[in-house]
């Protein structure tokens, strides 16, 4: 459960990294001061940022350009690769058509789902067959955002065997039948600037995007320096800006991994706001389980947590399912 943090924690992961690999990672000094700092975040924020990820900030920044680039063209090019149902919920959107909680946001956006053919995930993942729709224009983002997606899958791949060793488990808690093979989710996002009502806070009309948690295990969050948009809500109801740092990811906690641990790492509300004069590109990468893995609370989890299991199996491919197909205005 989230606290009454007044900041988001700063987390030097280079350590971790660099040991990733080794079969005693968990008895390195350096590891166990990563995997403390990650248990503090992930216990009384649910966000924290991460520098010594080893992504070069040439890709980081190269990712949020070209992005800029596709926002910039006119709306019929954008249209090219709109969003439908029979795409697996893969494409473009414009302003509005995303909804949170019956509320239209005010961002445009492209999804990219990790494809899935025919019959990959029987009846389950009907919902999300297709493949990705890549625009000519920018004719180099295809092979961009595929580098990107494989750096972050690693990298999220590797913050996850650390937060394992945070709850109490080993390194290899999530890889397996839990997420050895992670569906990810890629969601490229723009934001006009959205003016506060009457320069006096917000409306729910005014939100770049609304209140939520993320679905799965753990998002990277690449944004635009420069803007603070991104708002975090801590345990008295405060919104708690986390504003850009150079060379840095924000990284939090998806619904999946708050059931895994029982509850002791939440997944906690955020929201955007835009009051910059400037078009904001955020660029969120989502880590997620295996499509259809049941996630219950893991056992060692249940016994930290006094021995009662506090929440209900999930199947994350019908959580995701159920999300997509609420989510839009088609």
Request: glycine content about 10%; some cysteine.
């Amino acid at each position: 459960m989230a606290t009454d943090f007044k900041s988001i924690p700063l987390i030097d992961i280079s350590p971790l990294i660099a040991k990733c690999g080794d079969p005693l990672m968990d008895k390195d000094p350096g590891v166990a001061e990563v995997v403390r700092q990650l248990d503090r975040a992930c216990r009384e924020a649910g966000f924290f940022y991460v520098k010594g990820h080893g992504i070069p900030d040439s890709l980081i920044r190269e990712v949020r350009t070209v992005s800029h680039k596709f926002f910039g063209l006119p709306y019929e090019e954008k249209l090219k690769i709109k969003l439908t149902p029979a795409a697996g919920y893969r494409g473009y959107q414009r302003v509005g058509e995303n909804i949170t909680k019956g509320v239209p946001d005010m961002h445009e956006a492209i999804d990219f789902y990790r494809e899935v053919k025919q019959g990959m995930y029987r009846d389950l993942g009907r919902t999300m067959e297709g493949c990705n729709l890549w625009p000519c224009d920018p004719p180099n983002m295809k092979t961009l955002m595929e580098e990107y997606i494989d750096r972050c899958t690693d990298l999220s791949r590797k913050i996850i065997r650390g937060i394992a060793l945070a709850l109490g488990g080993s390194p290899e808690e999530f890889e397996g039948e839990r997420a050895g093979d992670p569906f990810w989710v890629l969601r490229i996002i723009g934001y006009p600037r959205v003016p506060t009502a009457n320069g006096h806070g917000t409306s729910d009309n005014d939100i770049g995007c609304g209140a939520h948690t993320d679905y799965g295990i753990l998002t990277l969050v690449n944004q635009d320096d420069g803007i603070t948009a991104l708002q975090v809500k801590n345990s008295s109801g405060e919104w708690i800006s986390a504003p850009p740092v150079p060379g840095t990811f924000v990284c939090n906690i998806g619904d999946m991994l708050k059931i895994w641990s029982n509850g002791v790492y939440d997944s906690t509300l955020h929201r955007v706001i835009n009051n910059s004069p400037k078009y904001r590109v955020c660029v969120a990468f989502f880590y997620e389980p295996n499509f259809d893995v049941g996630v219950e609370p893991l056992d060692f989890c249940v016994k930290r947590t006094g021995g009662a299991k506090k929440f209900e199996r999930a199947v994350y491919g019908e959580h995701l399912v159920t999300k997509v197909t609420t989510n839009f205005v088609m």
